[in-house]
Structure formats: C-alpha cells, structure tokens
C-alpha cells in the first residue's frame, strides 16, 4: 500500500503528497515505509531555509521568491513550501495571515505549500521536517523552502537540514542585537534585511555587514585549514535589503540562491553538507531507538530498586548507569 502512495508522489499527485507529508509529520510507521521508498528519489532538490524573528516577513518574501522562481524564464521552477510553526498551526493568527499571503500561489501545480506543526519533543521537529522535505525533494520540486521562526534550538536544526540558509531581519523590531548574540549570523549563508521601506533598514544592513566582515568564514569540514585555492574559496555571505510586500529585491535573493548553490557544488560544500546532515539524522535515529527501548525496560529493569539505592548513597549514578546499560546489552544478546 505505501508502495503505491510512494509511486503516486514520484508522479506528484498532490492527494498522495498531502497524506504522505501527514504520515511523515505523525511519526506514522507507514510513514517509515514510505520514506525507505522515496529514498532512493531524494537529492535533487535545493533546500533553502528561511528563519529570523517573528513578523520580519518570512512568509511574504518566501511567498514572492517562489512566485518568482514559478515565473522565470525560460525555465520556471517547481517549488514546496514547508512552513514550520513552533506553536500551533491551528489556533496561530500568523498562520491565517500566511495563508492569505500564499493564495495568489494557490491553484498553481508547480507550488506546494504545508505547514508543519511542531512536535514538541527535542528533535522531533527536525526529524519531521527533515523527512517531510524529503517527500517534497522525491515528489521533484526543485527547490524546498523551510520556514521557521527563529527561536533558538530550532534555526541551529534548520541550518543543519538546509543547503542554504537565508537569516532575514527587519528593523524597527529592537532585537537585531539579540540575534547577534544568539549568533544566527553563524549560519547565514545569506542575510536579508527586508522592510526596507522602513527607518533604519541601511543602518541594520551596515551593521550587519560590518558583523560579518568580523566573523571568520564558515569552513566545510577537514580541509577548513588548507590554504585557499580556487576550488575552496569561502562564501562570503551578501546582505540584501529587499521590500518583500513589494517584490524588490526577490531577483537578488533569487540570484543568490543560485550562486550559492553553484558554490556549493564546486567545492564539494554540498555533499559535505548532506554528509552531515545525514550523520546526525543517522545518530538521532539509533538514541531515539535507544530511547524508546529504555523507556520500555527501565522499569523491569529495576530502575526504582536502583533509584533508592543512589538516594541512600549505596551506589553512584555512574555505576548504576552501567548496570542498566549491561542488563540491557545482556537482553539484546539473548534476543539476537
Ligand atoms: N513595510 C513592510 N512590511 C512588510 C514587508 N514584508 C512583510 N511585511 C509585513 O510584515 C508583517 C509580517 O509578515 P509575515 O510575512 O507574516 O512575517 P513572518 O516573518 O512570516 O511572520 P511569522 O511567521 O509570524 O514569524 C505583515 O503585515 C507583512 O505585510 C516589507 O517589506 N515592508
Ligand atoms: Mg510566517
């Protein structure tokens, strides 16, 4: 059955994109399945993250940039959107306004747009996002736009899942230098300052350059000491004053996108980037494992008996830690 909703995404049946993206989204175990299937279909897509603090203007620019990518010529470019809420994607007046803002996107087969709900758990978010983008990736949208609020934990996870990621800031909003601190700058590949019709947009933008004139470029990898050279010139990330409810500025984002992504693959940044991002969904994948199997047997285990035994100083966290970790290697070898 999942084979068959695999096969009706691979021809982007918009239906089975939508139930796919809700098994992946639900922790579903066909959702597993089904992913196993599109694997092998993933990675040709660009994926952009989008993430700053609430209302700069995400989703109106994400919205403008793929209408764009959708108008250009001579080869228009198919696009889905994930938009990550943090909170609820129900009850969110942010997300009603999104949806307005998208609709001129609406009735438009080259456009898919989800929004995401978060999951709570640590890591959950990523886990869901990353898969679902993978859905969107196997489905042949060139290009998959994630949005997220900037909120801590989650642009750090966003950084990880995206190609490319685009920090956007607006001024007038007081906390660009909380940004800085959060050191958001650190993942930009590339910044936007959008409102650029308000006060202080130039002045945000000068100094957001002069932060990155001081910061050090982003290495990929081992050969981050090795001496420049034409394959592994670094990327200098551009800081872009865009008016997105007016559409200026989209065509330099747009641009950039492709500089980057022609950048990437040049210095082999772009599978450096999949490697990583792979290994840590590969790590997520064996603790959650771990997790789920700990949650069932710490009990049997006697994890209450050892708990009262550390409270009376009987025995160190450490040492308990150890036994359970033996009693659980010992089922795992009677098993197999
Ligand atoms: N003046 C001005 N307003 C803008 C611009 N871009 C977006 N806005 C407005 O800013 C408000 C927030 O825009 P959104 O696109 O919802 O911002 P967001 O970053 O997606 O917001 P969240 O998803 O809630 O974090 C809306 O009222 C937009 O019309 C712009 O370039 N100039
Ligand atoms: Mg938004």
Do not use: C
């Amino acid at each position: 059955m999942s084979r068959d909703l695999a096969q009706r995404v691979l021809q982007g049946e918009r239906r089975a994109l939508a139930r796919a993206l809700s098994l992946v989204e639900n922790d579903a175990p066909e959702g597993e399945a089904l992913l196993e299937a599109l694997f092998p279909h993933t990675g040709r897509a660009h994926l952009v993250g989008f993430t700053g603090p609430p209302g700069v203007g995400k989703s109106t620019l994400v919205a403008r940039l793929a209408r764009y990518f959708r108008r250009e010529a001579p080869s228009p470019r198919t696009v889905g959107i994930l938009a990550v809420d943090p909170t609820s994607p129900f009850t969110g007046g942010a997300l009603l306004g999104d949806r307005i803002r998208m609709r001129d996107l609406a009735g438009d087969p080259g456009v898919f747009i989800r929004s995401m709900a978060s999951r709570g758990a640590v890591g959950g978010l990523a886990r869901n996002t990353a898969a679902a983008a993978q859905v969107l990736d196997a489905a042949g949208f060139d290009l998959v736009f994630i949005e997220t609020v900037g909120a801590g934990q989650a642009e750090v996870e966003i950084a990880r899942l995206a190609h490319t990621v685009v920090v956007v800031q607006a001024p007038g909003l007081g906390d660009e230098i909380q940004a800085l601190k959060a050191g958001i700058l650190e993942i930009a590949d590339i910044l936007v300052v959008n409102k650029a019709d308000r006060p202080g947009a130039q002045q945000l933008a000068r100094t957001l350059e002069n932060w990155l004139g001081r910061r050090t470029p982003k290495g990929e990898g081992p050969d981050d000491a090795s001496p420049a050279s034409a394959s592994n010139t670094p990327w200098i990330p551009p800081v872009l004053l865009v008016t997105a409810t007016q559409g200026e500025g989209i065509p330099q984002i747009a641009q950039s996108l492709k500089e980057h992504a022609a950048h990437l693959k040049r210095t082999g940044a772009w599978q450096e980037r999949e490697r990583r991002r792979f290994e840590s969904e590969l790590r997520e994948r064996v603790l959650l494992t771990f997790w789920r199997r700990w949650e069932t047997r710490a009990k049997q285990l006697g994890l209450s008996q050892l708990l009262e035994r550390i409270l009376k100083r009987e025995i160190s966290p450490q040492r308990a830690a150890e036994t359970l970790l033996r009693q659980m290697w010992s089922d795992q070898e009677t098993k197999g």
